[in-house]
């Protein structure tokens, strides 16, 4: 398995995988797209990154970060977003390696915290994340379109 920065050659196999994840969360709407250009924007962003893990030349899973600046911190602070394997490579590691892979960006962009938002009902992903060090933080979280 390979971790590396995603290239714009990766979006259209990144927007196959967004496909997937988002057919578990019911919050979001597949629009390739508006994918497409979100992706692009993450991959050159100095404040963003796109992980891709290639098995065989093929992009197999996928994640994102971008860090802001955080006054509860006092520091950088990551979202992680994305994260996603496709079916016939999950359960081998690929999501924790790309959790790994971006946690050692954020740690090298100077961030000091990550988090993440979560679909209540992707139970996968509800007991991933403990696994990988994540805890419940006692805060919600509101969306408003613009």
């Known amino acids: 398995m390979t971790y590396r920065h995603a290239t714009l050659d990766d979006v259209n196999e990144m927007i196959a995988l967004l496909q997937r994840l988002f ?9 390739p797209a508006r994918h497409r250009v979100a992706l692009q924007a993450i ?3 100095p404040n ?4 891709v893990a290639t ?3 093929r992009v197999v899973g996928m994640g994102t970060a971008q860090w802001v600046y955080s006054t509860a911190s006092g520091a950088k602070s990551a979202w992680l977003e994305d994260i996603v394997v496709t079916p016939d490579c999950q359960r ?7 959790v790994k892979t971006l946690t050692d960006w954020c740690k090298q962009a100077g961030c000091n915290r990550m988090q ?6 992707n139970l996968p992903a509800i ?3 403990p696994a990988q060090g994540f805890h419940p933080a006692k805060l919600g979280v509101y969306s408003k379109n613009i």
């Open 92 to 98: 081998q590691g690929i999501a924790t390696g790309l």
């Open 55 to 57: 098995k065989a030349g």
């Open 23 to 31: 057919s578990i969360e019911a919050a979001f709407t597949f629009d």
């Open 48 to 51: 963003a990154c796109a992980m």
């Open 127 to 129: 007991h991933f994340y």
């Open 116 to 121: 993440l938002v979560y679909d209540p009902d």
């Open 43 to 45: 991959i050159d962003a």
